[in-house]
Nanobody, 117 residues
Framework: QVQLVESGGGLVQAGGSLRLSCAAS????????MGWYRQAPGKQRELVARISRVGTTDYGDSVKGRFTISRDNAKNTVYLQMDNLEPEDTAVYYC???????????WGQGTQVTVSS
């Protein structure tokens, strides 16, 4: 199986930046797309950004122009650069890997991002 470990969350003031990392281990050859999702209290989990194995990206509307997802296939790691953070970005951020073999959806444990106004 694939295991995901996130890092880089924390507390930051509005307008600041954070960089999240998600390192995959295990059967990494099976990973296709990787992405970041977030869940704020009382809200559904939503897509933040997603990147395919060849680098095609997709972003949630609320983060376009502020967040950048990237991927290092040699290190089996995906990054999320978050700039110009807003209090509305406060949430638990989860890394997700889409695997070509079962289990098809692998989630990390989540990392808290808190943006103060």
């Amino acid at each position: 199986q694939v295991q995901l470990v996130e890092s880089g969350g924390g507390l930051v003031q509005a307008g600041g930046s954070l960089r999240l990392s998600c390192a995959a281990s295990g059967r990494t050859f099976s990973i296709n797309a990787m992405g970041w999702y977030r869940q704020a209290p009382g809200k559904q989990r939503e897509l933040v950004a997603r990147i395919s194995r060849v680098g095609t990206t997709d972003y949630g509307d609320s983060v376009k122009g502020r967040f950048t997802i990237s991927r290092d296939n040699a290190k089996n790691t995906v990054y999320l650069q978050m700039d110009n953070l807003e209090p509305e970005d406060t949430a638990v951020y989860y890394c997700k890997a889409d695997s070509l073999i079962s289990p098809y959806d692998i989630w990390g444990q989540g990392t808290q991002v808190t943006v103060s106004s």
